[in-house]
Structures are given as structure tokens and as C-alpha cells.
């Protein structure tokens, strides 16, 4: 399966083509709709999110509610488009137009992808780059995100995301009884936290941080359960599943480090203290005594939960002053304004979901038989039996 996003934060809409998804999926706006609400809630959001209340609409590759194994068109319209009409119209405008059309940007954001986007496509209004690097674009991959969901569930497979860590603020009570346990708290959290007292402390930063122009980051965490053994593949560099994770929760817009398990702390620790140890049952066949590995060995699930967690920056848009070169001028200067979110990190763990998912559902849909939904989940299902009597 592949996917491709298409769309400005701020032009007429946000599109997504997905190819190869398995026919009888059953599908309905309904289900993406819900996962792009969860997206735009969340402490420290700015006023966009006031604007814009995404809704899907499915143009294409479903009929009467179930995939037809054809492309899935998916579209999210931008509400603030038509307070944006001219200065990203599609049409040709004259020089004097363009003078009126303002809102041309010369000053590049430390941190921000416009002026390296603006040299490589020889860009002079930065707001050619701004439109499309923008994290509205996550939206897009959110709604993918929940087509893949849909399909894991199917599978009995599923994906729960939680906040860790925001502004220095770590959550330290974190137990949970499952996934759904997980995902119902989550829910009541707007930082989508499970340590209610650390969840009052990063909104305490987070309220802080806007109060001083200023934006925070933090670290999310992706749980996926239910998965068979041996998806993905030792044998080549690019069928490692593991590897295909980390680059699309790094591909997520300000991510900056991926860790799997226990992650860099296995740096620390002696391998006897770091390899899970293997036991066999004859309820659940082979597993681990521990999960240090994350669900990964060889770029194979292993049967355990995958656990993975994403690094995200502070939002590099801010109201204070940080010191950058206007690019018509060459004249240094210390202040950009820009609409912006605080912190994002609750959204982003909602885009880290999506984005595991699309892999996890990707590498299944490729091994255990393209085409139909059902010769799938016979096939994981006779996987299954052989791996745990193997
Ligand atoms: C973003 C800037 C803000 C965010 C936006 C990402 O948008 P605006 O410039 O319109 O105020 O709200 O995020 C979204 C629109 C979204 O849907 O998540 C940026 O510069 O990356």
C-alpha cells in the first residue's frame, strides 16, 4: 500500500490517495472523522484550531461502506481558506496584484523549513514553503492513519498513543491495565496524560510558556498489541519494520528522536539486563520475560507490544524575538509573528498513532496477502497457530 497527501495550510483543501487497500474493509467517514477530532484537541493549541473543524469526505474506493480495492480518495477542506482566497489563489496574478496581495514573507524562522525550502526551490515569498512544510498537513496522515486503524482492528491489532513528557515535565505513573484502559484515559486528558499530576503541571508549562511568547515540546509514546510474530523482515535494510517506523515518526512534522523499548538505556546496561529473555507456553506459544526491546528483534515484531516513542521540539513559530535575516535585505532582525500553537505535543501523539499504524497495517497487508480483507485475516490467523506450536 502507498499514500500520498496533497494541500497548503491555507489553499482550498487537504487531499490523501491511498492504493492497494484491501476490498470488504468496511469504511465510513464516521471513522476517520473521529480520529481527526482527537487531533485538533489539546492544551496549548492556538487559534486555528477555533477556525477549522475537520471533517473527511471519501471520494473515492468505497461504495456503500466497503472498500473496493481501488484507490481511496480523502478530502478535508480548510474552513480558513476563504479568509485566504486571494493571497493563495490558484490563478495568475499581475505584478500589482501581487503587491496588494500581501502577507509576503522574507523573514525565515529559526528552526522552520523556510529558508533552506525557500534556497532549494528558489522561493523569494518564504509563504511558498511555510504553506506546505505547516503541520496542518498531519491532518491528512491522521485521516490515512485511521483507514489503517480500521484495518488493524479488523485484525484484532490495535494502537493506543500517550503523552510522556512535556517541557521537562515527565509523567511518572503510567500503569495501565490494557490498551483500552490506555486509550479511555487518554481521552479525558487534554494533554492526554495518564499522571493526573503531572498532567496539571505541563498545562501549568504550557499556559507559561504562551504567557511568555515562547513554545514547548515533548515526548510521545505509541503502543501497538495483538500483533503475530515475525512481521517485517531481517533479510534486506528496507523490509525492517522497526527502521520503517522510526522514519515515519520522524517524518512527523518537529520530530526529532525515535526510541524503541528501552531505548538509549540500552546503552547503559549490560546485555543481561537488556535481552528479553524467551519462554514458551502452550496458551500463548513463544514470548519474552520482558519487553525491553520494544516488540522488535531482527526488524521483526516478536509478538510482544510494540513500544515506540517520538522526541517532538518546541514549535519553532514564537512570539518572542529570536534573531534570523531577512532574505530581500540581508538585514538582521528579532521579531516574527505568526499565529502558532504553544505545544502540540498532545495533537503530535495523535499523529504518531496514525502514522505506526499506516507502517504496521502496510507491512501486514504485504505479507499476509494484498488483496482482500478476509484472505488476510485467514492467513494471520494459520500464522498464528503454526508460530505458536513452531
Ligand atoms: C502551523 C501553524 C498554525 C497551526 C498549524 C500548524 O496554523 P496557522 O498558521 O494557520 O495559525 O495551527 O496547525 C494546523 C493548522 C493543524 O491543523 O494542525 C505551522 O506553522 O506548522
Redesign the pocket.
Given at each position: 500500500m502507498r499514500y500520498v497527501t496533497a494541500g497548503e495550510?491555507?489553499g482550498p483543501q487537504l487531499t490523501a490517495i491511498i492504493e492497494g487497500l484491501p476490498s470488504y474493509l468496511e469504511l465510513t467517514a464516521e471513522d476517520i472523522n473521529s480520529e481527526l477530532s482527537r487531533?485538533?484537541k489539546g492544551h496549548g493549541?492556538?487559534?486555528?484550531?477555533l477556525i477549522?473543524k475537520?471533517q473527511v469526505e471519501i471520494l473515492s474506493g468505497v461504495r456503500h461502506g466497503k472498500t473496493l480495492g481501488s484507490p481511496v480518495t480523502l478530502v478535508v477542506k480548510n474552513d480558513?481558506w476563504k479568509h485566504w482566497t486571494n493571497i493563495m489563489g490558484i490563478e495568475p496574478i499581475t505584478e500589482t496584484e501581487e503587491e496588494e496581495v500581501k502577507r509576503k514573507i522574507t523573514r525565515p524562522r529559526p528552526g522552520?523549513a523556510d529558508l533552506v525550502g525557500a534556497i532549494k526551490y528558489g522561493h523569494r515569498d518564504m509563504r511558498n514553503v511555510?504553506e506546505r512544510?505547516?503541520?496542518?498537513e498531519?491532518?491528512t496522515r491522521v485521516a490515512v492513519g485511521a483507514v489503517a486503524k480500521k484495518l488493524l482492528s479488523e485484525l484484532g491489532i490495535t494502537v493506543a498513543g500517550h503523552v510522556l513528557e512535556i517541557g521537562g515535565i515527565k509523567a511518572e505513573n503510567v500503569q495501565f491495565k490494557d490498551l483500552n484502559d490506555l486509550k479511555e484515559r487518554t481521552e479525558q486528558s487534554t494533554v492526554r496524560c495518564l499522571d493526573e499530576e503531572a498532567a496539571k503541571k505541563m498545562m501549568a508549562a504550557i499556559d507559561k510558556a504562551k504567557d511568555e511568547g515562547d513554545s514547548i515540546g515533548g515526548v510521545v509514546e505509541v503502543i501497538v498489541d495483538g500483533l503475530p510474530a515475525g512481521v517485517g523482515s531481517y533479510v534486506h535494510y528496507d523490509h525492517k519494520l522497526d527502521a520503517k517506523i522510526a522514519a515515519a515518526i520522524i517524518s512527523i512534522?518537529a520530530f526529532k528522536g525515535v526510541e524503541f523499548g528501552i531505548g538509549f538505556e540500552a546503552a547503559r546496561r549490560p546485555g543481561s539486563q537488556v535481552h528479553d529473555e524467551i519462554i514458551w507456553s502452550e496458551a500463548n506459544g513463544f514470548t519474552r520475560k520482558s519487553n525491553n526491546y520494544g516488540g522488535f528483534e531482527g526488524g521483526m515484531t516478536n509478538g510482544m507490544p510494540i513500544v515506540v516513542r517520538g522526541v517532538m521540539k518546541p514549535?519553532p513559530?514564537l512570539y518572542k524575538p529570536l534573531q534570523s535575516v531577512d532574505i530581500d535585505t540581508k538585514e538582521p532582525f528579532a521579531a516574527s509573528i505568526?499565529?502558532?500553537?504553544s505545544c502540540?505535543v498532545p495533537?503530535a501523539s495523535v499523529v504518531a498513532e496514525a502514522v505506526v499504524a499506516w507502517e504496521i497495517a502496510t507491512a501486514i497487508v504485504d505479507q499476509f496477502g494484498k488483496d482482500r480483507i478476509d484472505l488476510i485475516k485467514e492467513n494471520i490467523k494459520k500464522w498464528n497457530e503454526r508460530a505458536r506450536n513452531y
Open positions: 495550510s491555507h487531533r485538533q493549541r492556538g487559534g486555528r484550531m477549522e475537520d480558513d522552520h511555510l512544510s505547516s503541520a496542518r498531519t491532518t512534522n514549535i513559530t505568526e499565529r502558532s500553537d502540540a495533537a
